[in-house]
T-cell receptor, first 115, second 108 residues
């Protein structure tokens, strides 16, 4: 079956611009997670959705970052006024439900480069 | 927050050799996953293993929850095993906290 998909795979933008990153979770998965991975480090948690609502957004670095999941499936991570420090790989993961005994399954990521 | 520590930080193996990677985690971790990140960046889910032992082909994992550690065993390593191995602890059913990873290089 299809795994988690993310688009675009690569995004190059200029400092100060707005970007949107999209995640399509595995069909039927109710839990969706966003992580960010900088070069040479492990992924770091950003935000978690259970259904349509953000259950935990404690990892968002500041108010330039926002994510939505309006219909409980596809999610969009939005970054306003991008900065060079936002450059990283943004990873999306899904799980059948919160705390499901299957773990989280990751997409291929979107590599964001802010010039 | 929860703490996840991995060792060794990097490892070079000759093809065919066996290896053991270790993950220590803090008290508040209640679930554990092992991942392999291949050279293209894809994170592959290897094991979901809060306790006990699981095996999948040449890979196996053991978590001793009472002693707060997990081990990943790779037997008869192949060049395709190269990449970064992460363990990640889950706190109360939501976010994963990743260790720094073990960089594995298997030479032919």
């Amino acid at each position: 079956g299809a795994g988690v998909s993310q688009t675009p795979s690569n995004k190059v933008t200029e400092k100060g611009k707005y970007v949107e990153l999209r995640c399509d979770p595995i069909s039927g998965h109710t839990a969706l997670y966003w992580y960010r991975q900088s070069l040479g480090q492990g992924p770091e948690f950003l935000i978690y959705f259970q259904g349509t609502g953000a259950a935990d957004d404690s990892g968002l670095p500041n108010d330039r970052f926002f994510a939505v999941r309006p219909e409980g499936s596809v999610s969009t991570l939005k970054i306003q006024r991008t900065e060079r420090g936002d450059s990283a790989v943004y990873l999306c993961a899904s799980s059948p439900r919160q705390g499901a005994p299957f773990g989280q399954f990751f997409g291929p990521g979107t590599r964001l480069t802010v010039l | 927050g929860i703490q996840v520590e991995q060792s060794p930080p990097d490892l070079i193996l000759q093809e065919g050799a066996n290896s053991t990677l270790r993950c220590n985690f803090s008290d508040s971790v209640n679930n554990l996953q092992w991942f392999h990140q291949n050279p293209w960046g894809q994170l592959i889910n290897l094991f979901y293993i809060p306790s006990g032992t699981k095996q999948n082909g040449r890979l196996s994992a053991t978590t001793v929850a009472t002693e707060r550690y997990s081990l990943l065993y790779i037997s008869s390593s192949q060049t395709t095993d190269s990449g970064v191995y992460f363990c990640a602890g889950m706190e109360y059913g939501n976010k994963l906290v990743f260790g720094a990873g073990t960089i594995l290089r298997v030479k032919s």
